[in-house]
């Protein structure tokens, strides 16, 4: 999967450096370095995962292992995101659930054709911090591109073409998974894409 690596100096401007993910193991007393679980959270003042096209989060994530999430000194893992049908955004600080809009494929065809749910491998827009791979930005795409547009006549239509709808907020699942682990112990949170005609959805 490719990734965007930004330069240092650039990722110094927006993220913090010395996040969560190179933690030490303050609270686990168990020798294993292998976390139960990761936990993805938002830089910043609060963790309300919500963001603007073309705008970026900042993320970052923690190992953790034991009842008290005892922090482990990884901070290599494997990021991963995904356009999500459907499902829950946390809209503020108080936790409020708010509905995940879906982005739509209409394909061409006869009348009657229907449009359904589109879903996409949203791991290009992610910048990994070269000096801590336990901090990311997630940088949404300006506009969702169309997998398979209709042409413009006289061009005859390709099968599977057809026209892409974006609805906001619609909801990105980024994921950690710590390198050598499984999606047994790995994290994620939902990132949220706000339309910027209100971005306080």
Do not use: H
Not at 33 to 54: C, E, H, K
Not at 60 to 70: F, L, R
Not at 134 to 160: L, Q
Request: glycine share 12%.
């Amino acid at each position: 999967m490719r990734r965007i690596v930004k330069s240092l100096a650039a990722v110094l401007g927006v993220l913090s450096l010395g996040a969560c993910g190179g933690g030490g193991s303050v609270l686990s007393t168990d020798n294993s370095n292998t976390p139960d679980r990761v936990i993805v959270t938002v830089q910043g003042g609060s963790n309300v995962a919500r963001v603007l096209p073309g705008a970026g989060l900042p993320l970052s994530a923690v190992a953790v292992k034991g009842t008290q999430n005892g922090f482990l000194s990884n901070n290599r893992f494997k990021w991963s995101a995904a356009l999500t049908t459907g499902g829950q955004y946390v809209a503020n600080t108080l936790g409020v659930l708010k509905p995940c809009a879906s982005i739509m494929f209409q394909p061409a065809g006869p009348p009657g054709v229907a449009a359904f749910p589109y879903t996409a491998d949203f791991g290009i827009y992610i910048a990994i911090d070269p000096t801590n791979e336990a901090n990311i930005e997630f940088i949404p795409p300006t506009i969702v591109p169309n997998p398979n547009p209709i042409p413009a006549p006289p061009a005859p239509v390709p099968p599977g073409a057809g026209t892409l709808s974006t609805n906001f907020p619609y909801c990105v699942t980024v994921t950690a998974t710590p390198i050598g682990g499984s999606a047994l112990n790995s994290g994620s949170i939902t990132v949220a894409v706000v339309n910027p005609q209100n971005p306080l959805q």
